[in-house]
C-alpha cells in the first residue's frame, strides 16, 4: 500500500469499553451506530442500557434493545434548554483526556468531528495518525491541523504524502506557511502558490530562509519579461 493512501484501521464494537462507547455515542455522526452498537453488544447488558437510554438513541434501535433486555420502552425526553457547546466540549475534553492511550485510539478511529478536533491536538503520534486514519476526516479538518503551529511533525509530513488533500490548495497553503513543515517538504509545494501568497510568503519571518528563498526565485521567474 502506498504510503499517502489513507489506512483504514478496523474497529469492534464488541471489545470498546464502557468509556470509549459513552464518549461515541454523544459525537455520533451517523444515527445507524446507534444500531450497529447494539447489535455487536447483545452479551452486554451495560453496553445495551447505554444505548437504551441515550436522548440520541433512534426509537427503533431502543425498541430492539428493550426486546432483548426484556424491559419496557424508557420515555426519554430531551432538555429544552442545549448545554452550551463550549460546556459540552469542555466536558467532552475532560473525559477524553482520562482515557489511556489506547482508548484514546479507538476513539480517534472512529469519532466525530467533535472527537477529531480534539484528539487532532493529542501529543500521542499514534492517537494523532489514527485521527488521520478516520475515514470520515474531511479536507477542512486537514486544513486547521496543518495550520496548527501544535501539530507534530510526522503528521505533517503524513499529510503531505496524501495526493488526495495536496489537491486542496488552502491545506498546501496551510502546510508551506507552518513553521513545523520540514523545510524539504515545504519546499516542494511553493510553485503551487498563487503569486499574491508567494509575495507573503518571502516576507514570512517564521518559515525557513530555505521556504523564503524558494519563493523569492519563483516571483522573480513569474515576471513578465
Sequence with gaps: MEEDQQILIGFDYALASLEVLEILMDDIEDPATFDEIARTNTHRPEILSMV???????????????GLLQVPVPIITKEISEVPHEVKRESLTGK????TISARIQLAIKGGREIRGILARDSNKEVMFSVLDNPKITNPEI???VKSRSALEEALRRISRNREWMRSYAIVQGLVTNPKTPP????????????????????????SEAVRLASKKLLTARKPK
Design 143 to 145: 486544513e486547521l491541523i
Design 52 to 66: 437504551l437510554h441515550h436522548p440520541d438513541t433512534p426509537e427503533q434501535v431502543r425498541s430492539f434493545v428493550t
Design 184 to 207: 524539504g517538504i515545504a519546499v516542494t509545494f511553493v510553485s503551487g502558490l498563487k503569486t499574491k501568497d508567494l509575495f507573503m510568503l518571502e516576507k514570512n519571518k517564521n518559515v
Design 96 to 99: 477524553i483526556q482520562r482515557l
